[in-house]
Protein backbone atom coordinates (compact mmCIF):
# COMPACT_ATOMS: atom_id res chain seq x y z
CA UNK A 1 0.00 0.00 0.00
CA UNK A 2 1.24 3.58 -0.51
CA UNK A 3 0.28 6.60 1.52
CA UNK A 4 0.81 10.16 1.09
CA UNK A 5 0.41 13.22 3.64
CA UNK A 6 1.59 16.80 2.18
CA UNK A 7 4.91 16.44 0.15
CA UNK A 8 5.50 12.77 1.59
CA UNK A 9 4.92 9.20 0.15
CA UNK A 10 5.23 6.00 1.72
CA UNK A 11 5.14 2.61 1.12
CA UNK A 12 3.35 -0.46 3.55
CA UNK A 13 4.48 -4.20 2.73
CA UNK A 14 3.19 -6.73 4.67
CA UNK A 15 5.36 -9.66 5.47
CA UNK A 16 5.37 -12.19 7.95
CA UNK A 17 2.03 -11.11 9.45
CA UNK A 18 3.61 -7.57 9.54
CA UNK A 19 3.37 -4.34 8.81
CA UNK A 20 6.44 -2.62 7.59
CA UNK A 21 6.72 1.24 6.26
CA UNK A 22 9.35 3.06 4.14
CA UNK A 23 9.71 6.57 3.02
CA UNK A 24 9.91 6.91 -0.69
CA UNK A 25 9.30 10.32 -0.92
CA UNK A 26 13.17 10.28 -2.26
CA UNK A 27 14.19 12.57 -5.30
CA UNK A 28 10.41 14.71 -5.24
CA UNK A 29 11.47 18.27 -4.97
CA UNK A 30 11.08 19.91 -1.20
CA UNK A 31 7.34 20.92 -0.65
CA UNK A 32 5.76 19.59 -3.36
CA UNK A 33 2.02 19.55 -3.05
CA UNK A 34 0.84 15.89 -3.72
CA UNK A 35 -2.79 15.81 -4.32
CA UNK A 36 -3.53 12.20 -5.71
CA UNK A 37 -1.48 8.68 -5.95
CA UNK A 38 -3.13 6.37 -8.62
CA UNK A 39 -1.30 2.67 -9.07
CA UNK A 40 -1.11 0.60 -12.29
CA UNK A 41 -4.02 -2.02 -11.61
CA UNK A 42 -1.58 -4.32 -13.37
CA UNK A 43 2.15 -3.33 -11.66
CA UNK A 44 2.60 -2.57 -7.72
CA UNK A 45 5.91 -1.18 -9.04
CA UNK A 46 4.26 1.78 -11.37
CA UNK A 47 2.90 4.70 -9.23
CA UNK A 48 2.19 8.36 -10.41
CA UNK A 49 1.61 11.45 -8.41
CA UNK A 50 -0.70 14.69 -9.48
CA UNK A 51 0.98 17.91 -8.06
CA UNK A 52 -1.45 20.95 -6.94
CA UNK A 53 -0.30 24.68 -6.91
CA UNK A 54 1.52 27.10 -9.46
CA UNK A 55 4.66 25.77 -9.66
CA UNK A 56 5.26 25.43 -13.60
CA UNK A 57 6.88 22.16 -14.88
CA UNK A 58 6.37 20.65 -11.59
CA UNK A 59 2.41 18.33 -12.12
CA UNK A 60 3.20 14.95 -12.18
CA UNK A 61 5.58 12.69 -11.05
CA UNK A 62 5.79 8.81 -12.16
CA UNK A 63 8.10 5.91 -11.22
CA UNK A 64 8.43 2.30 -12.49
CA UNK A 65 10.20 0.51 -9.36
CA UNK A 66 8.33 1.87 -5.98
CA UNK A 67 8.77 -1.22 -4.23
CA UNK A 68 12.92 -0.37 -3.98
CA UNK A 69 14.50 1.04 -1.24
CA UNK A 70 14.76 4.46 -2.71
CA UNK A 71 12.73 4.89 -5.76
CA UNK A 72 13.24 7.10 -8.73
CA UNK A 73 10.63 9.76 -8.98
CA UNK A 74 10.71 10.79 -13.08
CA UNK A 75 8.82 14.22 -13.95
CA UNK A 76 6.94 13.49 -16.82
CA UNK A 77 5.04 17.31 -16.44
CA UNK A 78 6.18 17.94 -20.36
CA UNK A 79 3.60 20.23 -22.15
CA UNK A 80 1.11 20.55 -19.06
CA UNK A 81 -0.25 23.98 -18.77
CA UNK A 82 0.50 26.00 -15.15
CA UNK A 83 -2.70 24.65 -13.33
CA UNK A 84 -3.00 22.84 -10.41
CA UNK A 85 -3.66 18.78 -11.11
CA UNK A 86 -6.57 17.82 -8.33
CA UNK A 87 -6.45 13.73 -9.34
CA UNK A 88 -4.69 11.16 -11.43
CA UNK A 89 -6.22 7.48 -12.29
CA UNK A 90 -4.00 5.17 -14.45
CA UNK A 91 -5.46 2.42 -16.60
CA UNK A 92 -5.29 -1.42 -16.84
CA UNK A 93 -3.87 -1.36 -20.39
CA UNK A 94 -0.87 -2.27 -20.32
CA UNK A 95 0.55 1.37 -22.30
CA UNK A 96 1.05 3.36 -19.08
CA UNK A 97 -2.07 5.20 -20.05
CA UNK A 98 -2.81 7.84 -17.17
CA UNK A 99 -5.58 10.65 -16.64
CA UNK A 100 -5.19 13.59 -15.67
CA UNK A 101 -8.01 16.07 -13.95
CA UNK A 102 -6.53 19.82 -13.66
CA UNK A 103 -8.28 23.15 -13.17
CA UNK A 104 -9.30 23.55 -16.34
CA UNK A 105 -10.28 19.77 -17.66
CA UNK A 106 -9.13 16.09 -18.15
CA UNK A 107 -5.54 15.27 -19.86
CA UNK A 108 -4.27 12.02 -21.06
CA UNK A 109 -0.92 9.89 -21.97
CA UNK A 110 0.80 7.24 -22.69
CA UNK A 111 3.94 5.37 -23.92
CA UNK A 112 3.02 6.05 -27.29
CA UNK A 113 2.62 9.31 -27.13
CA UNK A 114 5.50 12.36 -26.48
CA UNK A 115 3.43 14.92 -24.41
CA UNK A 116 0.14 14.94 -22.64
CA UNK A 117 -3.30 15.46 -24.63
CA UNK A 118 -5.91 18.05 -23.66
CA UNK A 119 -9.26 15.37 -23.28
CA UNK A 120 -12.01 17.29 -22.62
CA UNK A 121 -14.38 16.25 -25.58
CA UNK A 122 -17.27 18.03 -24.60
CA UNK A 123 -16.83 19.27 -20.65
CA UNK A 124 -16.76 22.28 -19.61
CA UNK A 125 -13.93 24.05 -18.36
CA UNK A 126 -14.28 23.62 -15.42
CA UNK A 127 -11.96 21.85 -12.06
CA UNK A 128 -11.87 18.14 -12.40
CA UNK A 129 -11.40 16.51 -8.70
CA UNK A 130 -12.16 12.91 -9.19
CA UNK A 131 -11.47 10.33 -12.05
CA UNK A 132 -12.75 6.49 -12.28
CA UNK A 133 -12.76 4.20 -15.33
CA UNK A 134 -14.97 1.49 -15.90
CA UNK A 135 -14.59 -1.79 -17.88
CA UNK A 136 -17.71 -3.04 -16.84
CA UNK A 137 -19.23 -3.16 -20.74
CA UNK A 138 -17.35 -2.35 -23.57
CA UNK A 139 -16.46 0.29 -24.69
CA UNK A 140 -14.23 1.28 -21.29
CA UNK A 141 -15.48 4.69 -20.34
CA UNK A 142 -13.95 7.65 -17.32
CA UNK A 143 -15.81 9.52 -15.65
CA UNK A 144 -14.94 12.92 -14.53
CA UNK A 145 -16.53 14.57 -11.43
CA UNK A 146 -16.01 18.39 -11.07
CA UNK A 147 -16.56 21.15 -8.88
CA UNK A 148 -20.40 22.37 -9.33
CA UNK A 149 -20.64 20.95 -12.88
CA UNK A 150 -21.78 17.91 -12.56
CA UNK A 151 -20.37 14.32 -13.55
CA UNK A 152 -19.46 13.65 -16.85
CA UNK A 153 -18.32 10.46 -19.00
CA UNK A 154 -16.67 9.86 -22.40
CA UNK A 155 -14.76 6.72 -24.01
CA UNK A 156 -11.69 6.18 -22.87
CA UNK A 157 -8.74 7.30 -24.74
CA UNK A 158 -7.78 4.59 -28.15
CA UNK A 159 -5.02 6.87 -29.46
CA UNK A 160 -5.39 8.74 -32.87
CA UNK A 161 -8.10 7.75 -35.34
CA UNK A 162 -8.56 7.62 -39.07
CA UNK A 163 -11.18 10.13 -41.00
CA UNK A 164 -13.15 11.94 -38.75
CA UNK A 165 -16.48 13.45 -39.73
CA UNK A 166 -18.02 15.81 -36.56
CA UNK A 167 -21.42 17.33 -36.07
CA UNK A 168 -23.64 18.48 -33.34
CA UNK A 169 -22.96 21.50 -31.17
CA UNK A 170 -20.12 21.93 -29.09
CA UNK A 171 -18.27 24.60 -26.49
CA UNK A 172 -16.00 24.43 -23.56
CA UNK A 173 -12.80 22.93 -24.71
CA UNK A 174 -12.37 20.34 -27.30
CA UNK A 175 -9.28 18.72 -29.21
CA UNK A 176 -10.24 16.38 -31.96
CA UNK A 177 -7.15 14.84 -34.10
CA UNK A 178 -6.91 12.45 -36.91
CA UNK A 179 -3.99 10.84 -39.14
CA UNK A 180 -6.63 11.23 -42.13
CA UNK A 181 -8.98 13.74 -42.49
CA UNK A 182 -11.48 15.70 -40.80
CA UNK A 183 -14.67 17.07 -41.99
CA UNK A 184 -16.98 18.98 -39.89
CA UNK A 185 -20.29 20.79 -39.80
CA UNK A 186 -20.20 21.26 -36.18
CA UNK A 187 -21.67 24.43 -34.45
CA UNK A 188 -19.17 25.84 -32.12
CA UNK A 189 -21.56 28.14 -29.72
CA UNK A 190 -18.89 30.11 -28.55
CA UNK A 191 -18.97 31.65 -24.93
CA UNK A 192 -16.39 32.63 -22.72
CA UNK A 193 -13.83 29.60 -22.53
CA UNK A 194 -14.82 28.07 -25.54
CA UNK A 195 -11.52 26.39 -27.72
CA UNK A 196 -11.57 23.86 -30.46
CA UNK A 197 -9.15 22.63 -32.61
CA UNK A 198 -8.82 20.53 -35.35
CA UNK A 199 -5.48 18.79 -36.29
CA UNK A 200 -5.78 16.37 -39.11
CA UNK A 201 -3.15 14.31 -40.88
CA UNK A 202 -4.01 15.02 -44.19
CA UNK A 203 -7.24 17.81 -44.93
CA UNK A 204 -9.61 19.56 -42.55
CA UNK A 205 -12.89 20.35 -44.43
CA UNK A 206 -15.23 22.81 -43.15
CA UNK A 207 -18.82 21.88 -44.87
CA UNK A 208 -21.97 24.00 -45.34
CA UNK A 209 -23.50 23.74 -41.78
CA UNK A 210 -20.08 24.62 -39.87
CA UNK A 211 -20.50 27.40 -37.39
CA UNK A 212 -18.27 29.36 -35.22
CA UNK A 213 -20.14 31.54 -32.98
CA UNK A 214 -18.56 34.86 -31.35
CA UNK A 215 -16.54 34.63 -28.44
CA UNK A 216 -15.07 31.42 -29.20
CA UNK A 217 -11.47 30.36 -30.26
CA UNK A 218 -11.06 27.66 -33.70
CA UNK A 219 -8.05 26.91 -34.98
CA UNK A 220 -7.41 23.82 -38.00
CA UNK A 221 -3.72 22.54 -39.30
CA UNK A 222 -2.62 20.13 -40.70
CA UNK A 223 0.42 18.49 -38.63
CA UNK A 224 -0.84 14.57 -38.09
CA UNK A 225 -0.94 12.67 -34.46
CA UNK A 226 1.13 14.35 -31.55
CA UNK A 227 1.15 10.34 -31.17
CA UNK A 228 3.95 10.31 -34.43
CA UNK A 229 6.28 12.47 -32.16
CA UNK A 230 4.69 15.86 -33.43
CA UNK A 231 4.07 18.48 -30.71
CA UNK A 232 0.84 19.42 -29.72
CA UNK A 233 -0.71 23.07 -29.87
CA UNK A 234 -2.59 23.56 -26.72
CA UNK A 235 -6.24 24.88 -27.04
CA UNK A 236 -6.63 29.03 -26.24
CA UNK A 237 -8.88 30.26 -24.12
CA UNK A 238 -8.77 34.19 -24.75
CA UNK A 239 -6.50 35.90 -27.65
CA UNK A 240 -3.36 37.31 -26.54
CA UNK A 241 -4.01 41.51 -29.01
CA UNK A 242 0.01 41.53 -28.63
CA UNK A 243 0.98 38.25 -30.36
CA UNK A 244 -2.35 37.48 -32.77
CA UNK A 245 -2.02 36.80 -36.18
CA UNK A 246 -2.34 39.68 -38.93
CA UNK A 247 -5.83 40.25 -40.32
CA UNK A 248 -6.34 40.40 -44.01
CA UNK A 249 -9.07 40.70 -46.33
Not at 57 to 69: D, E, I, L, P, Q
Not at 104 to 118: P, Q
Not at 205 to 218: D, I, M, R, Y
Request: net charge negative; hydrophobic share 35%.
Amino acid sequence: MYATDGAAIARYNFTDGAWTRTVITGNLPVGTNITRLAVDPNNANAVVLSVGGYTDGRKVFFTTNANNANPTWNNISRNLPNVPINTVIMAADGANTMYLGSDIGVFVTNDNRVNWLMYTNGLPATRVYDLEIITAAAPDRIFAATFGRGVYSAETYTGCSGAVNLTGTVDGLKYTESSAGITSVQLIKGGSGTSVAYNSGTVVQLNPGFEAKSGSFFEAYIQGCTSAGNPPRPLQTAIDSTSAPEQHP
